[in-house]
């Protein structure tokens, strides 16, 4: 009688060990875990017809730990979004490899959008120049970005004794530059006037304010010249 009663307490142990056993570990291999109403099964498919709502003071974090396998993977059919969020918030460090279907290659940048910037200075003038170099008209402007300068000069010059010299440059400076002079000759008579003309451009780096003279000298016979109705026009083109 006793060792029938061991039996059946030793049967009985047996089953309810196995019957937790099954319970507390899904078989090997069961391709499903928990269903409505089960807690969340790791390591298993958990499948749930209703929406499941995780409400936590503490946030949800995951901890990656494979760097061959993403923390988060969603698969959704065509043309369902895969995430859906409540805030206008911005993300950091969040990157997206398509906007629109589109390539950040595809888009413009906002230092490619710099336009070009003029600036103008010119009228009725007339400014008497000696053997020192003087300052006839400037132009100043504050170039966005880094790029190129283009400054064009006009300007009537009156010579009062023929074969009179007058040079003029543009310049960022005071004096006239040796290696870029507007220079005429008088070659015609008393009084003659004759029109300067030219162009220069200047690299910049942007975000400072640039200005551009004219400046002009007297060399001839005379003590003087006469520099009438000058123009500086300067034209900003952004590199690139």
Same mark, same amino acid.
């Given at each position: 009688?006793?060792?029938?009663?061991?039996?059946?307490?030793?049967?009985?142990?047996?089953?309810?060990?196995?019957?937790?056993?099954?319970?507390?570990?899904?078989? @090997?291999?069961?391709?499903?875990?928990?269903?409505?109403?089960?807690? #969340?099964?790791?390591?298993?498919?958990?499948?749930?017809?209703?929406? *499941?709502?995780?409400?936590?003071?503490?946030? %949800?974090?995951?901890?990656?730990?494979?760097?061959?396998?993403?923390?988060?993977?969603?698969? +959704?059919?065509?043309?369902?979004?895969?995430? @859906?969020?409540?805030?206008?918030?911005?993300? @950091?460090?969040?990157?997206?490899?398509?906007?629109?279907? #589109?390539?950040?290659?595809? %888009?413009?940048?906002?230092?490619? #959008?710099?336009?070009?910037?003029?600036?103008?200075?010119?009228?009725?003038?007339?400014?008497?120049?000696?053997?020192?170099?003087?300052?006839?008209?400037?132009?100043?402007? *504050?170039?966005?970005?880094?790029?190129?300068?283009?400054?064009?000069?006009? !300007?009537?010059?009156?010579? /009062?004794? +023929?074969?009179?010299? /007058?040079?003029?440059?543009?310049? +960022?400076?005071?004096? +006239?530059?040796?290696?870029?002079?507007?220079?005429?000759?008088?070659?015609?008579?008393?009084?003659?006037?004759?029109?300067? !003309?030219? *162009?220069?451009? %200047?690299?910049?780096?942007?975000? /400072?304010? %640039?200005?551009?003279?004219?400046?002009?000298?007297?060399?001839?016979?005379?003590?003087?010249?006469?520099?009438?109705?000058?123009?500086? *026009?300067?034209?900003?083109?952004?590199?690139?």
């Amino acid at each position: 009688m006793s060792r029938l009663l061991s039996l059946l307490v030793s049967a009985l142990a047996g089953a309810l060990i196995a019957a937790l056993v099954v319970v507390a570990v899904p078989a @090997e291999g069961a391709p499903n875990g928990g269903g409505p109403g089960d807690p #969340l099964l790791l390591s298993r498919v958990n499948q749930a017809g209703p929406m *499941t709502v995780l409400k936590t003071n503490g946030g %949800f974090r995951i901890l990656a730990k494979n760097p061959k396998r993403p923390p988060l993977m969603i698969y +959704t059919p065509d043309g369902m979004p895969p995430l @859906e969020v409540s805030s206008k918030a911005k993300v @950091e460090n969040l990157n997206a490899d398509l906007v629109d279907g #589109l390539n950040a290659s595809a %888009f413009v940048r906002a230092s490619q #959008l710099v336009l070009p910037v003029a600036a103008y200075a010119g009228g009725n003038q007339t400014v008497t120049v000696g053997r020192t170099s003087k300052v006839v008209r400037s132009v100043s402007l *504050t170039p966005p970005a880094p790029g190129l300068v283009i400054v064009n000069a006009t !300007a009537n010059v009156q010579e /009062t004794v +023929t074969g009179d010299e /007058t040079a003029c440059s543009i310049t +960022t400076g005071v004096s +006239t530059d040796s290696s870029y002079l507007l220079w005429w000759e008088s070659s015609g008579g008393n009084n003659e006037t004759a029109q300067l !003309a030219g *162009t220069r451009g %200047f690299p910049v780096t942007g975000s /400072t304010p %640039f200005t551009a003279n004219l400046v002009c000298a007297h060399d001839g016979i005379a003590a003087t010249s006469n520099v009438r109705d000058s123009a500086l *026009t300067a034209i900003f083109i952004p590199n690139g």
